[in-house]
């Protein structure tokens, strides 16, 4: 993800970054906002966590058939 990100602050791009941004993650990914003056826009949803949850485990189910039907490398995910 931060490579991603600094590539395309390296060329001046908008972007959008999702993720489940967690502290473990913010001091990286403030070095490289700083490291290009980026100013950010943190939007942060919040639902029923039993909603949110069975979301991600549906796109996840879906994520990991589409990557084996198109070749994708299964290295992605750190499970194997």
């Known amino acids: 993800m931060y490579y991603m990100a ?7 791009q908008p972007f ?3 993720n489940n941004f967690e502290n473990a993650t913010k001091e990286g990914l403030n070095k490289v906002l700083d490291k290009y003056s980026y100013k950010t826009i943190i939007v942060t949803l919040t ?4 909603t ?11 994520f ?3 990557t084996f039907v198109s070749g994708v490398s299964k290295s992605l995910y750190r499970d194997g």
């Open 16 to 18: 959008i970054l999702e």
């Open 52 to 62: 949110i949850y069975e979301r991600f485990v549906e796109r996840n189910i879906f």
């Open 64 to 66: 990991r058939a589409y």
């Open 6 to 12: 600094e590539q395309l602050m390296s060329h001046n």
């Open 47 to 50: 639902g029923d966590y039993r």
